[in-house]
Structure formats: C-alpha cells, structure tokens
C-alpha cells in the first residue's frame, strides 16, 4: 500500500518539475526561442487552444518571432492572444504571418527576469512541499488504522524525505542554469 502512494508521490514530483521547467521557459533569456509563445492560450474555434496548435513558430533572427498560422481566419486571434498574455510584445500582421519583434533585455528586465524565476521556484518547492505534507499524512492515517506497522511507516517517510530533496535539487539546478542564461 505504501508503495502505491510512493509510486504516485514520484509522479506527482516529477509533474511539478517538469511544470516549473514550462513556467521559466516562457521567461526570455537573451535568446529568442518558439517557447516564448508556444503556449500562449488562443480563442479559436470554439475553444482556448494553445498557439503551437494553430501555427508554425519559427525565429529567423536573434530578435524576431514568426508565427505562420495554418488557417488566415486565426491571424487576430493569435494577434489578440499574445496582447493579453501581457509577455510586453508588440506582435504586428504582415500578410498571412505574425511578425514580433524581441527588443534586446535591458540590465534592469534581467534583474526583474532572475527574480521572477527565483519566485517561480519557491512556488515549485512550496508544491512540493505540499505533496510531501499530502502524502506523509495519508500514510500516517493507514498507521492509525492499523494497515501499515510504525517501522514501515518510518521508512516511508525517509523515502519521500529523500524524493523531496532530490525533487529540491532539481528545481535549484534549473533555478541556477536559467539564471546563468538571464545574466549572459
């Protein structure tokens, strides 16, 4: 039994790490990559899709994004998506295709990028933590009901002490590797 809660614990651990890896992926570095716009969120057809879904995304040029949609009807909406996503782009229509140009990161906007990504990994980690208290008590309440014995608990609890910590050093790795990105 505790071992389903583990198993679930580790997916659930590497959902928030791979969900920090898309939340500073969208934060601009000096280079200029899809990933800033990909999966801004479009009112198309009905439904929010993401612009991946609806476009090609190229980046021809340090400084330019090029969105090329597959259906001309989505142009302004796409257009609109990236204006409300408020990522301080100015997208402009040039025929069938989305031009945006990326100014260059003044030292200022890196320092507002670095504590962004610095914010967005005490949010990951406070998540994690979060499981861990989630996880921990569910496997306390199987103790009080007599399904686990004390010692299996306390084993337990080290192996998702020693999840946490290396679910903690992931997220710190990728904290420190775009910070380094955001300073060069």
Same mark, same amino acid.
């Given at each position: ?34 990933? /800033?716009? =990909?999966?801004? %969120?479009? #009112? ?6 993401? @612009?991946? !879904?609806? $476009?090609? *995304? +190229? &980046? ?44 260059? /990161?003044? =030292?200022?906007? %890196?320092? #507002? ?6 914010? @967005?990994? !005490?949010? $990951?980690? *406070? +998540? &994690? ?44 790795? /990728?904290? =420190?590797?775009?910070?380094? #990105?955001?300073?060069?």
């Amino acid at each position: 039994m505790l071992s389903t809660i583990l198993s679930d614990t580790q997916d659930k651990l590497y959902r928030e790490v791979q969900e920090f890896k898309s939340e500073i992926a969208v934060i601009r570095t000096g280079r200029v990559t899809p990933a /800033l716009v =990909e999966n801004v %969120r479009v #009112e198309a057809y009905g439904s929010r899709l993401v @612009i991946k !879904e609806l $476009a090609t *995304i +190229s &980046v021809p040029e340090a400084n330019l994004i090029i969105i090329s949609p597959w259906d001309s009807q989505v142009l302004e909406n796409i257009v609109a998506g990236i204006r409300s996503a408020n990522l301080g782009f100015n997208p402009v229509v040039d025929g069938e295709v989305i031009k945006i140009p990326v100014p260059r /990161l003044s =030292e200022e906007r %890196r320092l #507002e990028m670095i504590k962004k990504v610095g914010e @967005i990994a !005490e949010g $990951a980690k *406070i +998540s &994690v933590r979060q499981v861990r208290h989630e996880k921990i008590k569910s496997a306390e309440e199987m103790e009080v009901k007599g399904l686990v014995s004390e010692d299996d608990l306390f084993s337990f609890k080290e192996g998702i002490q020693k999840k946490i910590k290396e679910t903690n050093v992931k997220i710190e790795e /990728l904290r =420190e590797r775009k910070e380094e #990105e955001l300073k060069g």
